[in-house]
């Protein structure tokens, strides 16, 4: 046996027997340089290779390969039996498994309010119209006279509406950007104001004090009713499928005369009947109507000359139509597990 072989058998036995009583993982590190690293013990010996016999090169080549394989498998090793030794280990008062993978960092998405906002104003996007907002501290003007509410309406009531003083709320519904829009323009219009709305509700499946909404209206010479259902209709196909059915029932808003609900097939017993829509086979939506005279008359447009509709609906009811979601409190609890579903 050479001189070399010798070494080199005598490196592998020690950087074995190092190995295996490593205490820990800094120390498992250390006897890899010291055997393995660029200036390690095997690594310099076989840098001198070049200088031994010819014939005997190949059998101390497939030696030394052979060794430093064998060191390897002695520190996996090694490093495998430290882990299970740690796992369970008490860190901080608390038990911890440290085989576990580790923690994953937060993914960042949106919130499925925020995607239903862009999906509704990406549909109505596509049909003309443009994106107008406005403030959500308003004035009574704007949020009730102007929008022909008499001054004894429900809504002007202090158990249904957030009032600030001064002639100021916190407003209700988003369709005074209706009346800005109108104030500062002239027509035809087609425009929709989405943003948040505030009324004083409890709070319950149905119910939450703060809400979204979609505003929209389209002023000119000639729209008739008939545009109003086309557009709703399309956008109930473009939201749901267009298998949807649609309706208009007559309703009664102080906006707009006349005025109608719209429902849509029930999207989860397809019309038959269930505990959803009530067993009726119909799902209300939205609420919309011809945009009333006095309206007009309010912002000094020729009732004579213009006409036009308007539409508003609950971006929560059509998110929670769309997701199959029970209860509107799940898009405030800022619950992950809800949330990580629309990942």
Known sequence: MSEITKKIESIEKT???AAASAADEKTLESVRVKYLG???DLTTLLR???SIDPEERPEVGKLANRVKREIDKALEQRK???LGELSG???GGEFEDVTLPGKQRWQSASHPLTMMFEEIVEIFFSMGFSVERGPEIEGEYYNFTALNFPPDHPALDMQATFFMGEGLVLRTH???VQIRTFLRDKPPLRVIAPGRCYRSDSIDASHFPVFHQVEGFFVDDDVTFADLKATLVE???KMFGGDVRARFRPSYFPFTEPSAEMDIGCLFCKGKGCRVCKGTGWLEILGSGMIDPAVF???DYDAEKYTGFAFGMGVERIAMLKYGINDIRLFYENDVKFLDQFV
Do not use: C, D, I, M
Request: net charge positive; charged share 30%.
């Open 15 to 17: 950087a074995r027997q």
């Open 38 to 40: 660029r200036k390690g």
């Open 48 to 50: 001198g290779l070049g």
């Open 80 to 82: 495998n039996e430290l």
């Open 89 to 91: 280990v008490e860190t």
């Open 174 to 176: 988003t369709s005074p």
């Open 235 to 237: 956008f109930s196909r």
């Open 297 to 299: 008359e309010a912002v």
